[in-house]
């Protein structure tokens, strides 16, 4: 059986552990060689990225989010062994994990290190599809001419890489499609490599929860759960037609699935239709000055990505969450699109003073989309607003500042309301 050594790339035949190095992480499987489409997660991004900037972190339980009604951004291993989980609500992390330390976001970073991480992955092909600043899909088809190594030493490469130049882990998941590499990229985090050969494919699915299925949130779960839909041989029983009235064009995708079937390529292309960032107040909140703060940071914060990822915005958001949980959301489309959190800021507070206010509100969120590429961004200026451009300048030059200082390097008064 083809063999791979994850510590020193050693390929050989099967062996419990490296016949070069001794080490015994070794990667065994009929078909190692001959699969190329891969899922690499890096292992609890943000925190590991606190950790490595931060070692007096290294064996404390982080977490990374907001405040006490704020949701989990991630957290480190340690938490999650004390059952935290991403997106869930803050108060419930710190009931299971009191002892945590809790760190706000800072997204600069974290982008500036994703682009690295990318930059890895697209030495190894140019077929790279993005899923967020810690995540994407790779496909290696064809590369083995190129590199004199078939995809798994290059992928055990990447992620050896990853650790020696920026001392981050990632895991990867090696398969035929994007479906069952995602899934693989999680059965053995964190530092894990993972493969579902074709072979394999139906006895692995068999009896396994449909919520491993990307995408099926609670209330697709729900309506299965209702069908007595709860494994993938549940799904098996059922004909294409059934599922299709049933659940329409989820359960068309369903019955592929079911059969590990997935026929969508590997976009290098695939658009970010939008950039957002919200926050959950730690107290229901109507003051007009908080909430100009936080729209601020916002902001700030989606300028951020969007400079991270060259994008712009022709569609500037205002969401708000009142007490009672209803949400309203306003927009409004620019002449220009824009990166500016200047542009951004005026346009979400302009729109904030046209809500009809039934305050307090619990939460608050700034968003851009109908993006485009920065070079289509911010290019006419405002002749209503002659001071706009100097303003432009001016925040070019404090995100060179906090570039090379810090994020704290500079702050605008607003942001500390």
Known sequence: MPSLCRSCLTQFDTGARCPACRSPRVLSHDELNTLSIAHMDCDAFYASVEKRDNPELRDKPLIIGGGRRGVVSTACYIARIRGVRSAMPMFQALKLCPDAVVLKPRMEIYARISRE?????????????????????????????????????????????????????????????????????????????????????????????????????????????????????DLLRWEREDLTARF??????????????????????????????????????????????????????????????????????????????????????????????????????????????????????????HLVAEDSADLSGDLLDPEARSRGLAERASDEIRRRFGSDAIIKGRALR
Not at 129 to 149: C, I, K, N, V, Y
Not at 272 to 285: A, G, Q, Y
């Open 117 to 233: 991480i990318r930059a890895m992955m697209e030495e190894l092909t140019p077929d790279v599809e993005p899923l967020s600043l810690d995540e994407a899909f790779l496909d290696l088809t064809g590369t083995e001419r190129l590199h004199g190594a078939p995809p798994a030493v290059m992928l055990a490469r990447l992620v050896k890489r990853m650790q020696d130049e920026l001392g981050l882990t990632g895991s990867i998941g090696l398969s035929h499609n994007k479906f069952l590499a995602k899934v693989a990229s999680d059965l053995d985090k964190p530092r894990g490599f993972s493969i579902i050969g074709r072979a394999e494919t139906a006895d692995f699915l068999h009896d396994r929860p449909v919520s491993l299925i990307w995408g099926v949130g609670h209330a697709t779960r729900t309506a299965l759960d209702s069908a007595g839909i709860r494994t993938f041989s």
């Open 248 to 369: 329409g064009s989820m359960g068309e995708r369903l019955w592929h699935l079911a059969r590990g079937q997935d026929a969508r390529r590997v976009s290098a292309n695939a658009p970010v239709k939008s950039i957002s960032n919200e926050t959950t107040f730690s107290e229901d909140t109507a003051s007009r000055d908080i909430l100009d703060g936080h729209i601020w940071r916002l902001s700030e914060n989606v300028s951020d990505r969007a400079k991270a990822k060259r994008l712009a915005g022709r569609v500037v958001t205002l969401k708000l969450k009142r007490a009672d949980f209803s949400t309203l959301t306003r927009r409004l489309a620019l002449r220009d699109a824009t990166q500016m959190a200047d542009t951004i800021y005026r346009t979400a507070t302009h729109l904030m003073d046209q809500v009809d206010h039934k305050a307090p509100y619990r939460l608050i969120g700034v968003g851009i989309s």
